[in-house]
């Protein structure tokens, strides 16, 4: 058994061990018996006592048989709590204490890795957000182009992008909503956001 499965086996188990009653609520799913449905990086996911399963996985997930990606979703579980969502101001993942650790990674595997397809990312805003239940980004976002999108029901991440012109390259820039940490520990934040970022590119390919 590989660690990533082990992890979130043993997130499962500490989940069902002590079940709340209202997790349903808490993590925006429906709920059948002991299973749980929920939209998680475009797709549909089930939560079962048993592992994760993503129904119609998107190729990236695919790729990595959904082990990061299911092991994101036991630990948004993990730490449901009945907290409503927090969206603004939104907040640069360097803000969140103890992410330091993990800020070159985030730029580099989040925010970087989506530079070279900001063109394309643009002509395919509709469909990204139809994808990953995305909606405008708030009135004076900023940069050339900005959408909301929610890899998972409490977590929203804010991209603003920027176009190639005479003086600049173009450029990348994710926030989170206000309270994300509260439904995930940092270091998976960072996880959330490179996962998001490979499905947009996933979404328009």
Known sequence: MDNYTRLTLDNLNKLYTSLPQNLDQCIQAKRDENKFKLNAFGTTCVISPLGIHFEASVE?????????????????????????????????????????????????????????????????????????????????????????????????????????????PPGVTCLYSQNARQFMPVDGLADVGEYTSRTIIDTIT
């Open 60 to 168: 990236t997930l695919a790729k990595k048989e959904t082990l990061i990606p299911g092991l994101l979703v036991s630990l948004y579980a993990l730490n449901a709590t009945d907290t409503r969502i927090n969206l603004s101001p939104f907040k640069a993942f360097k803000e969140f204490p103890d992410s330091t650790p993990y800020a070159g990674a985030f730029a580099t595997h989040t925010e970087q890795l989506l530079v070279p397809h900001v063109p394309k990312i643009k002509a395919n805003i509709p469909k990204i957000m139809a994808t990953l239940k995305g909606e405008a980004a708030p009135q004076g976002t900023g940069g050339d182009f900005s959408f909301v999108v929610y890899p998972l029901p409490k977590i929203a991440l804010c991209y603003i992008f920027y176009e190639e012109d005479e003086d600049f």
